[in-house]
């Protein structure tokens, strides 16, 4: 991000109109749509739901009921939701709190796994009339299914498979960013970055994406920017497509959600958040110290996909969670993925997505 800063500052000070950094792309209408817009670009159905969760917090979850109509590309026809967490930009809403305060913010993905997919899946088996449902996370969607699939068994009675994309349970061997993060004490973090939200999607992130990251020269240093966080696969990304990744991405999360997981670099342990001292600790797990998640636990048949190039999810904590799987149904290893392959990557269809729809089905046989 701060080479993304780096780069908007000169771009504003040598000026746009005579062309320095080369002419623009296109831009795609996408940059400025909203979930439900996307979706309908693309030619699907749309719903969007709000689901209330236990404590308060308001989440955007939007559902793709069946595929394209007079279609001629053969489609799966599945009913597709999209869940959303806590803090980003489609689920900044709470029935107590505002946004602006405080209280809003103190969470992690403790609170995603105890409360937002709970509800999320509670509200899609009652909508849809489904007992069992098939749960598709990447990287933090992962996680938060780890916790929650292993600490409440009648939750993980509805799922019928979890499809995990660079599952993250230990970080003690990431090389991403968090090592940098990681090194600032807890004292200091959110003197340093405040105790409401980290990183909020706003104006500046629609410029750097229609004004610096569309030009054709500065793709390179867009997309490497990128890389730098989840680990390099140049050749994978689909650089015409940089405005809309830069201008959704990222949508925002709580300082204490990134606290905690700088917390778990420096543990290399997969547990819940450090308040700060025992009492605190007592307040909220009734131990004076945070409990650990244990992943074998979790009897929801798994499948797993990771990178041999994730920076975040790295090849050696993802060799650590494999083992503690007591249900892993398949794992493939893609050795040149880095963490974001998994969503955008151009050969991510034959890589993950067709074997992930061909599993389903014949699962539902």
Excluded at 103 to 122: G, N, R, V
Aim: hydrophobic share 40%; net charge neutral; glycine share 6%.
């Amino acid at each position: 991000m701060w080479l993304l800063l780096t780069v908007a500052s000169l771009l504003s000070a040598l000026g746009t109109t005579y062309g320095l950094f080369g002419k623009l792309h296109p831009e795609s209408p996408e940059v400025t749509m909203n979930i439900s817009q996307m979706i309908s670009y693309w030619g699907y159905p749309s719903e969007k739901y709000e689901v209330v969760t236990e404590d308060g917090y308001i989440l955007g979850v939007y559902r793709i009921p069946y595929g394209k109509k007079n279609s001629e590309n053969k489609d799966a026809g599945y009913d597709v939701w999209l869940g959303n967490s806590r803090g980003n930009t489609w689920a900044r809403r709470n029935l107590y709190y505002s946004p602006d305060s405080v209280e809003f913010w103190a969470f992690s993905f403790d609170e995603m796994a105890k409360y937002d997919l709970p509800a999320t899946i509670d509200f899609i088996v009652k909508k849809t009339g489904q007992k069992k449902i098939n749960y598709v996370g990447h990287s933090q969607g992962t996680t938060i299914g780890f916790i929650a699939f292993s600490t409440k068994p009648k939750l993980a009675e509805r799922i019928k498979t979890f499809y995990a994309l660079a599952p993250v349970a230990t970080v003690k061997y990431t090389k991403s960013l968090l090592n940098k993060l990681a090194l600032i004490p807890s004292f200091l973090f959110k003197i340093i970055f405040g105790d409401k939200i980290f990183y909020p999607h706003n104006f500046f992130d629609q410029f750097l994406a229609t004004e610096v990251c569309s030009r054709q020269t500065l793709d390179v240093i867009c997309s490497n920017a990128l890389f730098i966080i989840c680990g390099f696969d140049n050749k994978n990304l689909n650089v015409s497509r940089l405005d809309v990744y830069i201008s959704h991405n990222p949508a925002g999360t709580s300082v204490q959600n990134i606290l905690h997981w700088s917390q778990a670099v420096n543990s290399g342990k997969f547990q819940a958040f450090e308040w700060g001292n025992p009492v605190q600790n007592m307040m909220h797990y009734n131990q004076p110290t945070p409990p650990y998640y244990n992943v074998t636990a979790m009897n929801v048949p798994i499948a797993v996909w990771n990178g041999g190039n994730d920076w975040l999810a790295d090849p050696q904590d993802v060799g650590m969670l494999l083992p503690k799987l007591s249900n892993l149904i398949y794992h493939k290893k893609i050795p040149f993925y880095n963490h974001l392959d998994f969503i955008w990557a151009m050969d991510a269809p034959q890589e993950v997505y067709n074997e992930i729809v061909s599993m389903m089905a014949e699962d539902n046989k």
